[in-house]
């Protein structure tokens, strides 16, 4: 370029004229050197091969959760509600007082019954007693038919009459035992409805409060006819029996484990699905009543190509991937995609095999034809 200069300098001072070539032929040389392009290296990316391996599809389902058993606690018997012996929303065990309603008239008719039953008692006696006499006397052909039975008559008629009684006094011991409602089973209660003081059960049976038990808990939903048909066969060549998974609203997984116990009798024709529950330990009682459930169950157990997730695009055609060619080529490929399956791994159905090689990282650098520069990466299961 110095060399360049000088000579352009003593062409200046032989002539103006050669002004303009000096400039031309200055602008040829920078131009001739500034050509010199270098392209840029191909996009660095991670590839790995499709792994092959037996997989359990499963199916997701939503459903809701409902108490094992759910009780309302009403007054049976007519009275002023003298306690609520209970902390609202409280873990109440069998047995456990619950409500006591002004048991003092009851055990006043218990009492009656009771002095009743012995007036019969003695009634029931004196009648047998009788008719033991006057059939000791017609024996001996000293007294009538007749007086034998009138006092047979009387006998039974005691006898009825002594049973009426004990009945009467059963009556009054259960309606004494309702003025003392107990928890039926463990659970956890609401709040009371009705406060002390307060007449109950009159007219109707007062709801006072109700009582549920979530340990277990089941969870219901609902199945299409052809995924019903598939569950089935899937059960029958090892996709896992009953079991089932339950995550609720908040959940990413599938954190709680239980079995399925009950497949509807029939499919209903008007929705075309059949209803099924399944059962879930809960004993921290982390999982309430009427939630929104999902349900996930085994659907069938077989051989499949798996590929991360990540490494699936879509666009107006469908999913594909990009696959690396042996000329280190990022190519095009269309594929057909089944269910996830746990460690973030696609099942394909059709479009690549175990010995291709696709691009799981770096696909925004990479665009089909271009040339790429592959690091390995085994995709595995984790």
Do not use: W
Not at 68 to 94: C, H, M, W
Not at 229 to 244: F, I, P, S
Not at 327 to 339: F, I, S
């Amino acid at each position: 370029m110095v060399e360049a200069a000088l000579v352009v300098a003593a062409m200046v001072r032989r002539t103006p004229a050669a002004l303009g070539v000096a400039v031309a032929a200055l602008l040829a040389v920078a131009c001739g050197r500034g050509n010199q392009y270098a392209p840029p290296p191909p996009p660095e990316v991670t590839v790995g091969h499709p792994v092959e391996q037996d997989v359990t599809i499963h199916g997701e389902f939503t459903g809701h959760t409902v108490a094992i058993a759910t009780l309302d606690i009403r007054a049976r018997v007519q009275g002023y509600l003298e306690s609520v012996n209970f902390e609202p929303g409280a873990r109440v065990k069998q047995g456990d007082l619950l409500f006591v309603i002004e048991p003092e008239l009851y055990q006043a008719q218990v009492d009656q019954a009771k002095a009743l039953l012995a007036a019969k008692e003695a009634a029931y006696r004196a009648a047998q007693e009788q008719l033991e006499i006057t059939q000791t006397i017609f024996q001996k052909s000293a007294g009538s038919r007749t007086d034998l039975v009138a006092k047979t008559q009387a006998r039974d008629l005691a006898k009825a009459e002594l049973e009426n009684a004990r009945a009467s006094l059963a009556a009054a011991e259960l309606n004494l035992s309702y003025t003392h409602i107990y928890a039926p089973f463990d659970g956890v209660i609401d709040r009371n409805l009705v406060d002390v003081g307060n007449l109950v059960g009159s007219g109707s049976a007062t709801l006072l409060a109700t009582i549920v038990r979530y340990d277990p808990i089941f969870a219901y939903f609902q199945m299409s006819e052809s995924e019903l048909l598939q569950y089935r066969d899937g059960r029958g060549n090892g996709a896992g029996d009953d079991e089932a998974q339950l995550g609720l609203a908040t959940d990413t997984d599938f954190p709680y484990t239980g079995r399925v116990d009950y497949i509807g009798n029939r499919v209903d024709p008007d929705t075309g699905t059949i209803e099924l529950r399944a059962i879930f330990a809960n004993p921290d009682r982390a999982i309430l009543p009427g939630l929104f459930a999902r349900v996930r169950v085994p659907m069938s157990h077989r051989r499949a190509i798996l590929v991360p997730d990540a490494a699936i695009q879509s666009d107006q055609g469908g999913q594909y991937v990009l696959v690396v060619d042996e000329k280190n080529l990022a190519q095009y490929r269309r594929v057909q995609v089944g269910p996830t399956v746990e460690g973030g791994l696609r099942v394909v159905d059709a479009g690549v095999g175990p010995a291709d090689m696709i691009v799981v990282n770096g696909l925004q650098r990479a665009r089909p034809g271009v040339e790429v520069k592959p690091t390995q990466a085994q995709a595995s299961q984790s």
